[in-house]
């Protein structure tokens, strides 16, 4: 009897061997999903921290670049501010020309109605006999005397 008794204490061990292989099986493949589940989530975040990283590069190289544009934007407003300053001043000095040459011009008249007619009659008699003496100057021809005599 002992035999049989050894024998079925034996097919227990056994069974209970299988059962605690699969047992050990299944929790190791249990483990295995936990692990690649938990790497799965690593990467995830791995690549959410990334996405930001680049996210914030972007964002200073615009600002960086709205900078730029600023500083250029700053410095093109000043340099047509200064030309339209020199533009005015140019403007300015052209109408102070004019000022003067109307008032020059109104002078001369203001001048040439006071004057009497006897007085317009006489500068029109100097003006007359000057341009007659430049006509007889420039007529005049000198006659080289020859020496040959």
Known sequence: MLVAG???ASSAGSGGTSAGAAAEAAE???????????????????????????????????????????????AKA?????????????IEAAEKRL???ERALKEAAEKKKSETPLE???????TREAERKNAAESQTVTIPQSSAG
């Open 6 to 8: 050894c024998g079925s």
């Open 78 to 90: 000043k340099k047509l501010a200064q030309e339209a300053k020199e533009a005015k001043k140019r």
């Open 99 to 101: 000022k003067a040459s």
């Open 28 to 74: 190791r493949n249990e483990e295995a999903a936990t692990l690649k589940r938990e790497e799965a989530a690593e990467a995830e975040k791995d690549r959410e921290l990334l996405a930001q990283i680049e996210a914030k590069k972007r964002e200073e190289a615009a600002e960086v670049k709205a900078k730029k544009t600023e500083r250029s934007a700053v």
């Open 120 to 126: 317009r009659e006489r500068a029109a008699r100097r």
